[in-house]
Each structure stands twice: as C-alpha cells, then as structure tokens.
C-alpha cells in the first residue's frame, strides 16, 4: 500500500512564525499535492507539484510556498503564519490507482 | 470547472440499515474516488472507480461515467461506519475536485 506520511498530526505555532509541514510519500509517485480544509469551506487545494522542483499554485496559495527537493518529499512552507492559517492541512500522493492521502496536520496559530 | 454534487449532505440510519450515497458530476472525468473522512480527519480511499462496478465487504461502488453519476452502497452499517464521505473526480490537469460530501451518523 501507498504510504503517505507527514510528520505531525498536531502543531501550535505563535503568529509571524515561519512553519514547515513535511509529507512523505514511498511509491515513486510524481505528482503531489497539498490541501487545507476549513468548516464549511471544504478542501481546498493550496499548491502542488507535477515532478522534482516543480510546483504549481492551486487555488488559495496566498502566504505558502512549497519545496520539492526529492521526489519523496513535499513540504508546505507558511512563511509566517497568521491565525486565518488554522486549519487542517492534507497531503496527498498521486498514482495510477487515484490519490492516498496523509493523516493530516492540524495546525493552530495563536 | 467541474461541479460535483452530493447527496444527500446529511444522513442518520440505525445500526444494521443499508444506505445509498450518490455523486453526480457537471463533465467527462478521468478519474473518481470515493473517500471516508473519520472522526480524526483522516481520508481513507474507499475506491477508485472511473467506470463500472466494486465491492469490498460491506461497501461496493457504481460509476456510469456516460451518465456521469456514482453511487456508494453501505450495507449493515456499523457504528464505525460515521464520519463524512466524500466523493472527488480528477479534472485534466489531474487536479482533484471535491463534492461537499455526505456526513453519516451510525446509531448503535
């Protein structure tokens, strides 16, 4: 099975922060991708990436970046985190067989 | 952009009762999943069925891609079986497009 990982299912963070969500995946994959989903709001998708050092804006990309080094790896950068960045943000991994998705992060700035 | 729409928004059954959700979507798609959100937030990929028919244990999807709907059956549901189940479909650009999902609730 795919195996998408990221590195905490919980995070509190102060305002003007600089804060760094990891995901991982195992299968090789090229394309992955991260969402945030709010009440009400649904999942919305924040930026993702086709390959290695690509990344493409999504819908709402306004106070992110992302990093894709290794292929293994895809991180969400909130250059500095604000409090309308709560959320509960979700990686995902694109194959043949649809998208796995991470556990998800949630996020609290105070 | 590709609208998919789910129904119904809300569901409560008795432990033990059968259900149907249904997925309609506005376009051509190359891909259609359905997911379970749990308690946790965690989405678990309960299908990927661009067309056609599956089964696993109690859960079994149908998808007429001509007539751009799909169907989630839940049978003798269990209380476990309570969260929110979203279904998505992948537009071109492999980006995936979100219903608003179906929230269930499974008494004991």
């Known amino acids: 099975d795919v195996k998408v990982t990221q590195s905490s299912r919980y995070l509190v963070k102060r305002t003007g922060e600089k804060v760094f969500l990891e995901c991982v995946q195992d299968?090789?994959?090229?394309?992955m991708f991260w969402y945030r989903q709010d009440p009400g709001l649904g999942l919305r998708l924040i930026y993702f990436s086709y390959d290695v050092k690509m990344k493409e804006k999504g819908d709402i990309p306004e106070g992110y970046s992302v990093s894709r080094e290794k292929k293994e790896r895809f991180s969400l950068i909130l250059e500095s985190a604000s409090t309308n960045q709560t959320s509960m943000y979700l990686c995902?991994?694109?194959?043949?067989?649809?998208?796995?998705f991470g556990s998800g992060t949630r996020l609290t700035v105070v | 952009g590709i609208q998919v729409e789910q129904s119904p928004p809300d569901l409560i059954l008795q432990e033990g009762a059968n259900s149907t959700l249904r997925c309609n979507f506005s376009d051509s798609v190359n891909n259609l999943q359905w997911f379970h959100q749990n308690p946790w937030g965690q989405l678990i990929n309960l299908f990927y069925?661009?067309?056609g028919t599956k089964q696993n244990g109690r859960l079994s999807a149908t998808t007429v891609a001509t007539e751009r709907y799909s169907l989630l059956y839940i049978s003798s549901s269990q209380t476990t079986d309570s969260g929110v189940y979203f279904c998505?479909?992948?537009?071109?650009?492999?980006?995936?497009?979100f219903g608003s999902g179906t929230r269930l609730l499974v008494r004991p």
């Open positions: 069925i661009p067309s």
């Open positions: 995902a991994s694109r194959g043949d067989y649809g998208y796995t």
């Open positions: 998505a479909v992948m537009d071109s650009s492999y980006k995936l497009i």
């Open positions: 299968m090789d994959h090229e394309n």
